[in-house]
């Protein structure tokens, strides 16, 4: 059967006046887009009328299914495993994906992580895990396979064949300015996580001035736009709203946050992390239906830590997707800067805001993150937070350490981290778990 012939300009002007479209209209809109016979234009045209107009439920519902549809799937239905993922919409310092993987594999939970790059201000998983030297995370469907039947777990990045509506109209919402806006992220998401085949899903909703949705009663609501998507095609889906007003743990950039996951895993780590961590962890065990307690989850979690069980399985997940497995036991051998510069407080104050974003931004700046598509990353640069919200610091204490390529570029890190800092200010720290969020609703945490 073939379509009805679109006129794209007539959707373009309904939907910019407020009116819905069909969904078989959104699902007539992918496939022209993904075909290449609507050009990019029309698309970011549309694009940006949905940031103003929002899209009704059956809009978003039409417009996720399509997306899903027009790829494969990785098909892991005949796993005698739950398999669960865990998607974080961004942030900085944000390395939980590293420490959850094996540590939900050590539970007989498998965890196929698909994941992505930095993106502005943020970090990427899959750029942190190339910090390993050796590390692959182009893996094909099948050796993805593989992987995940030997260790229970696999990270990599999106394949060619997995959503390709989302990979082209990603790359155009990046430079249209059509990110922020909630039905276009959940569609975008929820389509690719649905491509994993998952039994369950937790969602890590970032909240506060770092975050890509800012405000904390926007996130519960794109936290509960997508929990009704997985929810609808079969995969519990529960979300946890976390703070993104600060940095998350002490270590930003990609080899230092490998070197702390490494501690973490080695049951050391900041607190932060590893609280947003376990609280991640338990999370997936109980959608994956392996717990039905959250006090029995949260043991059994710090358990596989305690033992030693998680970084065994890290080990043998950076040996066999290529890496040099060494680095667990000396992380000494990731790939070190030249530079080391401290930044100390020049007098007795309290730390009132450490703001995540400048942060990012002065770390994209020394080389660690991307501008443009193309640029290649400098895993050895990054920035180390020591101090918090709340902290008093005596003059001459360290606030932070960067590590650059020269002295000239540390420097003006050196300034981008003191002014993300502010001292003896108001004080209004979100909380770092703040709520859980299931198909039932929202409870404060
Ligand atoms: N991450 C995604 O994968 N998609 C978005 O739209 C935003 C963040």
Known sequence: MTD??????????RKRDGLALAPEEWTAIVRGYVAGTIPD???????????????TEPELVALTGAMLESGDRFRLEDMAWPRVDKHSIGGVGDKTSLLLAPMLACLEVAVPMISGRGLGHTGGTLDKLEAIPGFSTQLSLAEARRVLDRLGCVMMGQTPELVPADRKLYALRDVT???ESIPLISASIMSKKLAESLTGLVLDIKTGSGAFITDPVQSLVLAETMIRLGEARGCRTTALLTAMDRPLGVACGNAVEVAEVIEGLRGGGPADLMEVTYALAAEMLLVSGRATARADARARVEAVIESGQALDRFRQLVEVQGGDPRVVDDPGRLPRAPVWL????????????????PIGHAIVALGGGRTKTDDRVDPAVGILVFVRPGQAVTRGERLATIAARSRDAAERARASVLAAMSFDGPLAPLPLISHRVTRDGVVPW
């Open 342 to 357: 401290d930044v100390v407080a020049d007098r007795n104050a309290t730390v009132t805001a450490v703001a995540p974003r």
């Open 41 to 55: 234009y029309q698309i970011s045209a549309l694009a940006m009328a949905v940031v103003f107009r929002g899209l």
């Open 4 to 13: 009805p012939p679109l006129v794209v300009p007539r959707l373009i002007e």
């Open 177 to 179: 300015g059509t990110v």
